[in-house]
């Protein structure tokens, strides 16, 4: 069975004095299996990204089901959904998200703290995450005094500290230098290849190469998509920005007719 189902969902947003409706997303449907590595990628207001606010339990869809690990997270009674995210979902943002009150240890600890982990617990599961992500050495820093790269590397492992069942990414490398970028690619890569589900919404074709599939989203619906097989990266690239230049062909002749 897959581990996330999106299942008819449709978005519709009322304008504030309710005279005109917007259709955000329109019958989306895809699964990801456990232990995909999965992008989304599409153009901006193609729904993207309110797609994953729907997966994350942020916002609801107007219709549809959103299954994680086949319950329906539109059925999670509101006081829950703090306890379910934090429970099986890892976030990894572009901008970061981290406390600069609190050092990076304690920004890592912070999903645990809320669950009432107990100290030893943390400790026992920071050590392994910290040392692969080359953050040991910089645990007692607070988020103002490390580069963008080291703060996004504290975010990967606030967001896997929790073992979640499923990472949810929203452009990650956004705020990176290519450096930087190339180094959080190459980890997702690896967390993934030891099984861990990633699901990741991105504008760049560098960081949607390294994934083992992309779903294209265009008017709100999912409507292409490209599997890896035994792509290289290199052919993954070419592959994703082939397809991009087809879909601005397409919307170009739109335009014209």
Not at 95 to 113: E, G, K
Request: proline share 2%.
């Amino acid at each position: 069975m897959a581990l996330l189902e999106v299942k008819n969902v449709k978005k519709i947003y009322t304008t504030r004095f309710g005279g005109m409706k917007v259709r955000a997303l329109n019958n989306v449907n895809f699964s990801v299996e456990e232990g995909e590595y999965v992008a989304i990628m599409g153009e901006s207001g193609s729904g993207k990204t309110t797609l994953l606010n729907i997966l994350a339990s942020l916002d609801k869809a107007t219709s549809g089901q959103v299954l994680l690990d086949g319950k329906d997270i539109s059925a999670i009674k509101p006081r829950e959904l703090c306890a379910f995210r934090r429970n099986h979902l890892g976030f990894v943002f572009q901008d970061f998200n981290l406390l600069d009150t609190l050092s990076l240890r304690d920004n890592i600890f912070l999903p645990l703290v809320l669950a009432g982990e107990d100290y030893g617990e943390m400790e026992k599961r920071l050590q392994p995450l910290a040392l692969k992500l080359s953050i040991w050495d910089l645990l007692e820093k607070y988020p103002y005094e490390v580069s963008g790269g080291q703060k996004q590397r504290a975010a990967v492992c606030r967001a896997l500290i929790t073992r979640p069942e499923l990472i949810l990414a929203d452009e990650p490398t956004g705020a990176l230098d290519s450096k930087a970028s190339s180094r959080l690619l190459r980890l997702f890569a690896d967390v993934n290849k030891e099984g861990q589900t990633i699901l990741m919404v991105t504008h760049s074709i560098q960081a949607a190469s390294h994934a083992g599939r992309i779903l294209f989203i265009k008017d709100g619906s999912v409507f292409h998509q490209i599997y890896r097989g035994n792509q290289s990266d290199e052919e993954m690239y070419k592959m994703i920005s082939d397809t991009l230049t087809v879909i601005q062909m397409n919307r170009d002749e739109g335009k014209e007719a």
